[in-house]
C-alpha cells in the first residue's frame, strides 16, 4: 500500500519519544505500523518501524496485555530470521514498539502479485524462503527464559503477510502478536480464535492447545500456495474457510503444480495432516527434510537467488518510495528552516493518549542485535543516562562561588606580603672609607683638635721651617673653604701617640681658652683614618 506522509505545515514531523514519525505504512485491526528515524550527530539517520497500539483499544486491558507480550517475548529471541523487537514503551501518545526496519516486502505481496499476473514464485525462490522462515520459527519454539526453562512460545500467525523479505533476500518471520507462551499476561478465551483462519491448524481452529507443529501446519500451508500459486482453504467468507480447513479433502500439490518433483510433495503433505502426531514435531525436522528434498531436486534456492527475484519484482517501487521518503524529508527540512519558530507544541496526528503517564521503556531495549553501530535503545536503559541533569543556575552559582573564593585569596596573601616587609627591619650598611673622605673633603678647613693634641703638634708636612704666620685677626669665625684647591692635611698627634691627619691652629695662634668638641676617629679600613667633621 503507498505510504501515508506525516508533517504539518511548519515543517515539522510527529514525534513518539525521540522518533520522527515519517509516514504510516500499514494499519490493521489492532494496531498501526509507521517508518521512522532517528538523527544525530554528523548527519547520522537510522529508519524504524514503530508499532502503535489504536487508540480505541488503550482502554482495554486485554489488548494492552497482547500488545505488551509481543514486546517482551520477542525481546529475547536474537536470530536473523525473526524480526526484533527493540523497545517497547508507553508516552502520552500510546503504547508503542520500535522493530527494526526492513526495506522490502511480504511474501503476501509477492503472493498476490504471482498468482493475478499467473506468474509463479520460481519453486526454488519459494523453498529458501520456507526454510529461512522455518529457521526462525524453530529459533522461537526453542526460546527460554532467564532461568533457562522453555517458554513453549507457539507464533499461531505464521502466514504471507508476517513473512518479511528484505531488499537482500533475507526472510524474516514477523508479528507475534498473537503467539502463545506460558509467561503471557493475556489469555485465550475459550471459543476464541486468534490468527487467520486461512493459515490455522484444525486444533487451533477447535481452540484446543497448540504446540510447535501448530506452526509446521500454517508453514505447510504457505509453501504449498507458492508453489502452486492458488490458494488453499480461502473461501467468499470466513464461515467456508474455516469448513474447508477442517473438512474437505486437501489436494495434491502435483495436482496443482505437476512439474514439482515428488520428494517436495512428500515433505508438504506430511506437513498438512490434520492430526498433529503425523505432522513434524518441530519446524527444524520439517527443514530437514525439504533441504534434502530440494538439494536432491537441484530446487535449492539460494539467498542472492532471492535477492534477484525481489529486486525484479518490487525494485521500481523500492526505488519511488526510497525517492519519495528523501523528498518529503528534504521539503519538511526546507520548510522548518524558512518558517518562524512557535513556542506551541506543533500538530500531531491523532496518536492518543495513554492516561497522561509519562514516557518509560522497558528492558526489551536490551534486545538489540549488536549487528548495529547506531545509538540505540539500549542506551535509554543505561542508569548513568537516567540520572537528572545538573541545571543551569546551579552551575553558575557554584562557578561564582569559585571565583569569589578566588578573589579573596589573592587579597589576602597581598595583605600577608605587605604586613610581613613592614615587620622586617632594614640592616643599616657599614659606613665606607668613601663617605668618610667625602665628608673630610667638604669640611677639613673647619676640623679642630682638642688642646691637648694641639700642645704636640708638629709643623704641617711641606710648611718652610721657622713659618708661623697666622690668619688675620678678623678671622674670628671659620674661615668659608676655597673650593678651587683643598686645604692642607696637617697630622696631629693623638691621645695614643699617634699622629692624626689634619691639625688646625686656632685664628689668634694661641691654644683656645674653652675645650672644642673632641672627634674621635673611627677606625675603617685597616690603612687610612678619617675624623669626622666636629661642627656636624
Not at 398 to 413: H, Y
Request: charged share 15%.
Amino acid at each position: 500500500m503507498p505510504l501515508k506522509f506525516l508533517g504539518n505545515d511548519t515543517g515539522s514531523l510527529p514525534t513518539i519519544d525521540r522518533y520522527e514519525l515519517i509516514a504510516e505504512i500499514a494499519s490493521g485491526g489492532m494496531a498501526s505500523v509507521y517508518l521512522a528515524r532517528t538523527v544525530g550527530m554528523a548527519g547520522f539517520e537510522r529508519f524504524f518501524a514503530i508499532k502503535r497500539l489504536h487508540r480505541h483499544l488503550e482502554a482495554e486491558d486485554e489488548f494492552v496485555a497482547m500488545f505488551l507480550d509481543e514486546a517482551r517475548i520477542v525481546a529475547g529471541i536474537r536470530h536473523q530470521h525473526v524480526v526484533p523487537v527493540l523497545e517497547v514503551g508507553a508516552s502520552e501518545h500510546g503504547y508503542y514498539l520500535v522493530m527494526e526496519y526492513v526495506e522490502g516486502d511480504t511474501l503476501g505481496t509477492f503472493l498476490n502479485q504471482s498468482i493475478n499476473t499467473k506468474c509463479p514464485i520460481p519453486p526454488s525462490v519459494s523453498i529458501r524462503v520456507a526454510l529461512d522462515t522455518l529457521s526462525g520459527l524453530h529459533a522461537a519454539h526453542e526460546h527460554v527464559d532467564t532461568s533457562g526453562k522453555p517458554i513453549g512460545l507457539v507464533h499461531r500467525d505464521v502466514s504471507p503477510q508476517n513473512i518479511l523479505i528484505d531488499w537482500n533476500g533475507v526472510s524474516r518471520i514477523a508479528d507475534f502478536g498473537v503467539a502463545r507462551a506460558s509467561s503471557r499476561l493475556s489469555s485465550t478465551r475459550a471459543g476464541q480464535l486468534k490468527g487467520k483462519i486461512a493459515y490455522m491448524a484444525p486444533e487451533q481452529a477447535r481452540g484446543e492447545p497448540v504446540a510447535p507443529c501448530s506452526d509446521v501446519f500454517a508453514m505447510g500451508i504457505v509453501l504449498w500456495e507458492c508453489l502452486a500459486n492458488r490458494r488453499l482453504f480461502v473461501a467468499g467468507h470466513e464461515a467456508a474457510t474455516l469448513n474447508r480447513l477442517m473438512f474437505a479433502p486437501i489436494p495434491s500439490l502435483r495436482d496443482a503444480a505437476p512439474s514439482l518433483p515428488e520428494a517436495i510433495e512428500r515433505v508438504i503433505t506430511r506437513a498438512l495432516q490434520r492430526d498433529g502426531e503425523q505432522r513434524y514435531v518441530s519446524a527444524a525436522a520439517m527443514a530437514d527434510e525439504l533441504l534434502a528434498a530440494a538439494q536432491a531436486s537441484n530446487l535449492l534456492g539460494t539467498t542472492s537467488d532471492v535477492a534477484a527475484y525481489v529486486r525484479e519484482v518490487i525494485g521500481p517501487s523500492v526505488e519511488n518510495r526510497r525517492s519519495t521518503v528523501r523528498n518529503h524529508l528534504a521539503q519538511m527540512a526546507a520548510v522548518s528552516a524558512t518558517a518562524p519558530r512557535s513556542s506551541h507544541r506543533v500538530d500531531r496526528p491523532p496518536l492518543g493518549i495513554v492516561k497522561s503517564v509519562e514516557s518509560t521503556f522497558s528492558s526489551a531495549a536490551m534486545a538489540i542485535p549488536g549487528s548495529a553501530g547506531a545509538p540505540t535503545s539500549d542506551s535509554m536503559s543505561s542508569p548513568a543516562l537516567m540520572q537528572p541533569p545538573i541545571k543551569a543556575p546551579k552551575r553558575t552559582a557554584l562557578l561564582i562561588s569559585i571565583a569569589a573564593g578566588a578573589f579573596a585569596l589573592l587579597i589576602g596573601a597581598g595583605f600577608l606580603m605587605v604586613q610581613l616587609r613592614a615587620s622586617t627591619p632594614v640592616p643599616r650598611p657599614a659606613a665606607s672609607s668613601l663617605d668618610a673622605v667625602a665628608t673630610s673633603s667638604s669640611d677639613a678647613s673647619h676640623d679642630i683638635v682638642s688642646p691637648a693634641l694641639t700642645t704636640s703638634a708638629p709643623m704641617p708636612i711641606g710648611s718652610p721651617a721657622g713659618s708661623s704666620t697666622n690668619p688675620p685677626a678678623e678671622a674670628s669665625a671659620p674661615a668659608v673653604p676655597k673650593t678651587s684647591s683643598p686645604p692642607t692635611r696637617t697630622p696631629s698627634a693623638s691621645p695614643t701617640g699617634t699622629t692624626p691627619k689634619h691639625a688646625a691652629a686656632s685664628p689668634t695662634g694661641t691654644t683656645p681658652s674653652s675645650p672644642q668638641p673632641t672627634h674621635v676617629p673611627t677606625t675603617s679600613p685597616p690603612k687610612k683614618t678619617v675624623e669626622a667633621n666636629p661642627y656636624r
